[in-house]
Each structure stands twice: as structure tokens, then as C-alpha cells.
Nanobody
Framework: QVQLVESGGGLVQAGRSQRLSCAASGSISSLNVMGWYRQAPGKQRELVAQ???????KYADSVKGRFTISRDNAKNTVYLQMNSLTPEDTAVYYCNVRALISGLNYWGQGTQVTVSS
């Protein structure tokens, strides 16, 4: 059984920063990609950022230069540092872990990030 527990969401003013964390527990292959997705009201879930075990990263164009994803392999934890937040970043943010060998996807419960103008 794999569990992803997210923390760090909440209400923040535009222009400020916020950091999300996601700790994975259970039987997870070390060969995985960890990432963050978000879903705003009325919109599809979209990839925000992802990072491989070797720390290769990929970002959505809308967050490049503002968000930074990182991971601690020893703790099976992924982080998302969000700077210069705008109201357009308001969404539920979901942690995701994808096992490269099996292709299995695991999701966190989601954490709400609300950016006020």
C-alpha cells in the first residue's frame, strides 16, 4: 500500500511564496518520477512540475522561473517551492508518483492553494 501525504497548502497573498511537501510511504520502487499536478475550478488537471530520481526536471511554461521542484530520495519526499504567486496559481495541488517499471501512478489527496490579489 502506497500513501502520499501532502502538506503546505493554504491562503497566500499574490507575490508571496509557499512551499508544498509530499511524503511517500509504502512499497515504492526507487525508479520513479515524482511530480505535482494542479486542478483549478472548471479546468482539467495539469502537470506543474516533475522530477526524476536523477533530478532531471520538467516544468509547465506557466510556472517556469517561479516554481522549483526538488526531492529527497532518502525521505521519499518531493517539494514544490512556489514564488511570485499569482491568483492564476489558485488550484488544488496533487502530488504524484509514477513507477517507471510498472507504470503505476499514485496520487495524494490534494492540497488547496489559494492566492489572493
Amino acid at each position: 500500500q502506497v500513501q502520499l501525504v501532502e502538506s503546505g497548502g493554504g491562503l497566500v497573498q499574490a507575490g508571496r511564496s509557499q512551499r508544498l511537501s509530499c511524503a511517500a510511504s509504502g512499497s515504492i520502487s526507487s525508479l520513479n518520477v515524482m511530480g505535482w499536478y494542479r486542478q483549478a475550478p472548471g479546468k482539467q488537471r495539469e502537470l506543474v512540475a516533475q522530477i526524476t530520481g536523477g533530478s532531471s526536471t520538467k516544468y509547465a511554461d506557466s510556472v517556469k522561473g517561479r516554481f522549483t521542484i526538488s526531492r529527497d530520495n532518502a525521505k521519499n519526499t518531493v517539494y514544490l517551492q512556489m514564488n511570485s504567486l499569482t491568483p492564476e496559481d489558485t488550484a488544488v495541488y496533487y502530488c504524484n508518483v509514477r513507477a517507471l517499471i510498472s507504470g503505476l501512478n499514485y496520487w495524494g489527496q490534494g492540497t488547496q492553494v489559494t492566492v489572493s490579489s
